[in-house]
């Protein structure tokens, strides 16, 4: 089930990556301060990160944001400026949520 796809900005690569509007926020049901989402990492080519990252994601001002892991990844699967992510939640190898990365460049 998809959560949301984001073509990311500076931003979201530098402050923590905000979930877009129109996200669909069931998965994550409804909390309050912050909640881990164990995450499968997935490039466009289908390569995986060998282990699940946990994403600390946090209430801020009423919308949800990816920090504290979101930056790991961002570092780890050389993020840029203009890539899409699609998160989405998925029941496999222990984690609960996978992100799929696409380089737009």
């Known amino acids: 089930m998809e959560i949301f796809t ?6 979201d690569l530098e402050k ?17 301060g912050t909640i881990e989402l164990s995450t499968i990492i997935e490039s466009a ?16 001002g009423g919308s949800l944001v990816f920090k504290t892991g979101w930056y790991h990844i961002a570092n780890k699967v050389g993020l840029k400026s203009g890539d899409t992510v699609t998160f989405y939640q998925e029941v496999n190898g222990g984690a609960q949520f996978k992100l799929k990365v696409r380089n737009d460049r």
């Open 6 to 11: 984001k073509q990311l900005t500076r931003v």
């Open 16 to 32: 923590g990556l905000v979930l877009p509007p129109r996200s669909n926020l069931e998965p994550l049901q409804r909390f309050q």
């Open 45 to 60: 080519a289908g390569t995986r990160l060998p282990e699940p990252v946990p994403i600390h994601c946090s209430t801020t």
